[in-house]
């Protein structure tokens, strides 16, 4: 087992190379990616931030950046030789997985690389942080944690021994997620919720927030509560 310590990865660019990376959605969690790109570059220049790219400029809301917005996926097709890497800013687990299929297949040229935010603490020898994945400031993973490809674990999450999250899935802030937990593809799972030990969560699940579960949730079912138990609709 490697020695426990806080991350210095904050990505897998190659090498010492900086990547100029474009954050996919000009959301308020848009915002948070790019910002996530500069804190890994305090400790070691890895990104360049190039701007924000969006699927529909016609449907931009209120709440989205005009600053740094580059243009609709159009831009990326302009500009293929200024772009490294992308990053999707959208919280949504269904369309985080729709962008990432979209945009791998448009553009197999370019990277995802996961960014860990310099303050996650995590074991480097036996954890896995896979392609495109956002590891945010104040997580802890401990031993044997697998985040598959395109999840999300926000801010200031635990993830126990041997847990699996799941391609595509979303952590919000401050889950807690016990050892050998197994979060499958497309979850989502609200802020504070708790899942206890050796626990499954089916593809597409959705835990809501401060919910504690303590038994397996089926594919597509939501669960809410203390203890957690099915919406009152799906019972």
């Not at 992308?86 to 197999?108: D, Q």
């Amino acid at each position: 087992m490697g020695r426990p310590r806080r991350s210095r990865e904050g990505g897998n660019a190659v090498g010492s190379a900086v990547q100029r990376l474009v954050v996919v959605g000009a959301g308020g969690f848009g915002r948070e990616v790019a910002w996530l790109a500069s804190e890994i570059n305090t400790v070691a220049p890895k990104f360049e931030f190039v701007g924000f790219v969006v699927s529909d400029l016609a449907k931009l809301g209120a709440h989205d950046s005009r600053d740094g917005l580059l243009g609709d996926y159009c831009w990326l097709e302009a500009h293929r030789g200024d772009v490294d890497a992308l990053a999707i800013g959208i919280g949504n687990p269904g369309a985080r997985l729709k962008v990432a299929e979209e945009l791998s297949s448009a553009f197999p040229y370019l990277e995802w690389p996961a960014l860990i935010h310099p303050s996650v603490a995590y074991d480097a020898g036996s954890c896995n942080f896979a392609r495109g994945t956002l590891i945010c400031a104040g997580t802890i993973a401990t031993v044997n944690v697998s985040v598959k490809e395109f999840a999300v674990v926000n801010l200031a999450c635990t993830l126990g021994h041997e847990a699996v999250i799941g391609r595509g899935s979303v952590l919000n802030p401050t889950v807690n997620i016990s050892g050998g937990v197994t979060v499958g593809e497309g979850v989502l799972i609200g802020t504070g919720a708790q899942i206890l030990q050796y626990v499954s969560l089916g593809t597409a699940a959705v835990v809501g927030a401060g919910a504690v579960v303590t038994r397996d949730v089926p594919a597509g079912a939501t669960v809410v509560g203390v203890p957690a138990r099915p919406l009152r609709r799906e019972r």
